[in-house]
């Protein structure tokens, strides 16, 4: 399988992010007579959980980073989602864009004067009607610069008013399940001016609960043969209740001319991904097609894993839900499975290797059957590990492709899956290792990202626990110096594996900018037990913008 260079745009929210971390951050100017102006607001987001007829409090920061006194305005307001997956606030007299606790929140103070480099707590008290129903409700805590009174110049009071930051609140409300659940909606290719073509796909949230999407695309053949996959959207994209956000990846690779066939996938933490597919041609010029959505089937678990000594057997389930308003077919196999550079799992396909395959060990007591409107049927999968099995992991897949329709091309057609996860018991020798370290090319205003490649080298999957990012200053010897600059950051990686023999890709991003310098960074990856495994990356900030250093040196693998 070949893969497919693709220069991603950056997710919105994480430009949202800089501007209410570092706040709305504006310079009136060197103008006679005005001073700067600006401010800090923290943080960008804040997570509740609270049951109906429940309270709580959570406070943010403010502080004023212009040269005078200034006078500030805080309130709770209603808060929406763009297309792109920046948030708004929009007026009283707009409709409510999404499920809103707003008026739950009282914030304290709701005004103040803050002193040049005076810094205060705001206190903001969430309380929920007993009558609330489970589900997210959603806010904004928004921090306003009152401009100066008696403003020399025009126009001035308008700009300063811009000045304004905010803490986006995402409240669940406890109580029986939240529905999470989301569909491809559009699904589009366009081709870019900058060469290549954009994908672009829309996730709508029908449930009512956020939901944080993942996205990745499929290029496959006009017989439907995977020609290619890459990443879809920058990452774990939030889509609020009603919302639509678009998850876009610009492919540069050119693509040959021929028919083609589109298939977005997105995980959003529901029963199933959503799924669209579009067909599309490649010609002097592109001919687009109509956007097709999978079917609304899924199977569970979609991951398992079993410990099984030599010679012996063990029997899991898979089961099907038929989501849909109308019958389908199901046909069922068994493949190798594999894992791409994103950690991707899927089923192989016919001329792709995969290491330490247990296909020939597992069988389907069912492997045909039709499945009712909002039924369900749960297949037996039996697993028998031969006596001579070597210790260490082993895998497969149990594929089902789920059709509707009739004649010989089906209406709307799914395929979807569980991954086995096998270890045969006996002496087990995990070993991980980062490869290399990457430092990403520099956004203005956002803090530097950096890239890790891990690999496995043992013989059974690996849990990726958490990563670790520390920055600290290069003294002259090249050695790192901690002080006042120097960052940590750990993320918690939630569900994620790595399969023997395979490299994948972390990325972490600083919680603020540098100030320009020399800087040594260590990234490092959890994965059990041991150590973690590491490698460092020398590397300068400028006056503007992060620049990749000539080499990286490696800290502990």
């Given at each position: 399988m070949h893969s497919i260079s693709a220069a991603r745009e950056p997710w919105p929210s994480r430009l949202c992010w800089a501007a209410a971390l570092l706040a709305a951050v504006l310079l009136a100017g060197p103008r006679p007579g005005h001073a700067q102006v600006g401010f800090l607001w923290a943080p960008p987001s804040i997570s509740l959980l609270v049951p109906p007829g429940g309270s709580t409090q959570f406070r943010c920061q403010l502080m004023n980073t212009g040269g005078h006194a200034s006078r500030f305005q805080l309130e709770a307001v209603a808060v929406g989602q763009k297309e792109d997956g920046g948030y708004y606030f929009p007026g009283t007299d707009d409709p409510q864009p999404v499920p809103s606790c707003a008026d739950w929140i009282t914030v304290s103070p709701s005004e103040l004067t803050l002193e040049p480099?005076?810094?205060?707590?705001?206190?903001?008290?969430?309380?929920?009607?007993?009558?609330?129903?489970?589900?997210?409700?959603?806010?904004?805590?928004?921090?306003?610069?009152?401009?100066?009174?008696?403003?020399?110049?025009?126009?001035?009071?308008?700009?300063?008013?811009?000045?304004?930051?905010?803490?986006?609140?995402?409240?669940?409300?406890?109580?029986?399940?939240?529905?999470?659940?989301?569909?491809?909606?559009?699904?589009?290719?366009?081709?870019?001016?900058?060469?290549?073509?954009?994908?672009?796909?829309?996730?709508?949230?029908?449930?009512?609960?956020?939901?944080?999407?993942?996205?990745?695309?499929?290029?496959?053949?006009?017989?439907?043969?995977?020609?290619?996959?890459?990443?879809?959207?920058?990452?774990?994209?939030?889509?609020?209740?009603?919302?639509?956000?678009?998850?876009?990846?610009?492919?540069?690779?050119?693509?040959?001319?021929?028919?083609?066939?589109?298939?977005?996938?997105?995980?959003?933490?529901?029963?199933g991904p959503a799924v669209a597919r579009t067909p599309f041609e490649v010609g002097r010029e592109m001919v687009m097609g109509s956007v097709s959505a999978g079917l609304a089937v899924a199977m569970e678990p979609d991951r398992q894993t079993l410990d099984i000594p030599p010679g012996g057997m063990r029997v899991a389930k898979a089961t099907i839900f038929n989501q849909e308003a109308l019958p389908v077919h199901v046909k069922m196999h068994v493949a190798r499975l594999v894992q791409d550079s994103l950690g991707q799992l899927s089923p192989a396909e016919a001329d792709e290797t995969a290491a330490l395959s247990a296909e020939p060990w597992v069988s389907l007591k069912l492997d045909e059957f039709d499945l009712r409107s909002g039924g369900r049927r749960t297949v037996p999968v039996s697993i028998s590990v031969p006596e001579e099995a070597e210790a260490g992991g082993r895998f497969a897949t149990v594929v089902a492709e789920v059709t509707a329709g009739e004649g010989p091309v089906p209406e709307a057609n799914a395929v979807v899956f569980t991954s086995l996860l096998l270890r045969v018991l006996g002496e087990i020798a995990p070993r991980v290792e980062v490869t290399r370290v990457e430092l990403l090319p520099p956004i203005p205003g956002l803090p530097p990202t950096f890239r890790a490649w891990v690999r496995n080298h043992g013989d059974v999957d690996v849990p990726l626990l958490s990563s670790i990012l520390t920055v600290n200053a290069r003294g002259e010897d090249g050695a790192a110096v901690p002080s006042a600059s120097s960052r940590r950051v750990v993320a918690t990686l939630s569900d994620e594996i790595l399969l023997p023999g395979v490299e994948r890709a972390l990325t972490m991003q600083l919680d603020q900018p540098l100030e320009p310098g020399a800087y040594t960074a260590e990234m490092g990856v959890g994965y059990g037990p041991k150590e973690p495994a590491s490698k460092g990356l020398d590397f300068e900030v400028a006056e503007n913008e992060p620049s990749r250093a000539a080499s990286g040196s490696e800290r502990r693998s």
């Open positions: 480099a005076e810094a205060a707590f705001i206190w903001c008290s969430l309380e929920v009607p007993r009558t609330a129903r489970a589900g997210g409700r959603y806010a904004g805590v928004v921090c306003r610069l009152v401009p100066e009174r008696g403003a020399e110049e025009p126009g001035r009071a308008q700009m300063e008013l811009q000045l304004n930051s905010a803490t986006v609140v995402f409240l669940t409300i406890a109580g029986r399940r939240p529905t999470w659940k989301a569909k491809l909606s559009r699904l589009e290719i366009k081709p870019a001016e900058e060469g290549g073509f954009w994908f672009e796909g829309a996730l709508t949230n029908t449930g009512n609960v956020h939901v944080f999407g993942q996205g990745r695309l499929v290029l496959r053949g006009e017989r439907g043969r995977r020609l290619a996959q890459t990443q879809l959207g920058g990452g774990r994209g939030t889509v609020l209740p009603g919302a639509t956000v678009n998850f876009r990846t610009l492919i540069t690779e050119r693509i040959p001319i021929g028919k083609y066939i589109a298939e977005a996938r997105v995980d959003y933490g529901g029963r």
